[in-house]
């Protein structure tokens, strides 16, 4: 019976030490490039979708510099809730000739200083409280580029401006490790 007790103990202080331990992991990242683009005014395809064409940008970074060009858009989802679901795709031509495609999916949940902003059509920082979250990938058939194939990346969105006559972003963009 001692042993049962003592083996009980033992997973118990395992379980919980795991469950501690994984919560103290911080994800680390690196800087990969900065995303500036600018977008048309939207296509407003019901109260719940909005297409914004983008047309125009530059992507650069250490080892990437590039051009944003069409076919590029962000497919946005209004939820009943007023979140804002991305769908983002981007078409890069580096200034190496090369070809990249990014994609990305992701959440954007107004505080009521960014949601103001927002119907203002003013510019929109992340200091005004958004939650703002997305998640890119890539792909490309350059060998110099390649290594962008297996990378996850998170997007941290610094200035957004969207309104009825377009708008404009940066967003700096970080490999996860």
């Known amino acids: 019976?001692?042993?049962?007790?003592?083996?009980?103990?033992?997973?118990?202080?395992?379980?919980?030490y795991s469950v501690a331990h994984s919560q103290q992991i911080s994800p680390k990242s690196e800087f990969l490039m900065s995303i500036d683009i600018k977008f048309d005014p939207p296509s407003v395809i019901d109260k719940?979708?909005?297409?914004?064409?983008?047309?125009?940008?530059?992507?650069?970074?250490?080892?990437?510099?590039?051009?944003?060009?069409?076919?590029?858009a962000d497919w946005v989802q209004?939820?009943?809730s007023g979140v804002i679901r991305l769908d983002v795709r981007l078409l890069v031509k580096t200034d190496d000739g090369e070809t990249i495609y990014i994609s990305y999916n992701g959440a954007l949940k107004h505080s009521e200083k960014s949601l103001e902003k927002l119907k203002k059509g003013e510019e929109m920082t992340a200091d005004d409280g958004w939650y703002f979250v997305s998640a890119p990938t890539f792909?490309?058939?350059?060998?110099?580029y390649d290594y962008l194939n297996s990378i996850q990346a998170i997007n941290h969105y610094k200035v957004m401006r969207?309104?009825?006559?377009g708008?404009?972003?940066?967003i700096d963009v970080f490999a996860m490790k």
């Open 1 to 16: 019976m001692k042993k049962i007790i003592a083996l009980i103990i033992l997973i118990a202080t395992n379980c919980i």
């Open 167 to 170: 708008g404009y972003g940066h």
């Open 48 to 72: 719940g979708m909005r297409i914004f064409n983008i047309s125009s940008g530059v992507a650069s970074g250490p080892s990437i510099k590039g051009t944003i060009h069409s076919p590029s």
């Open 139 to 144: 792909r490309t058939s350059s060998k110099k």
């Open 78 to 80: 209004i939820l009943p």
């Open 162 to 165: 969207m309104g009825t006559d």
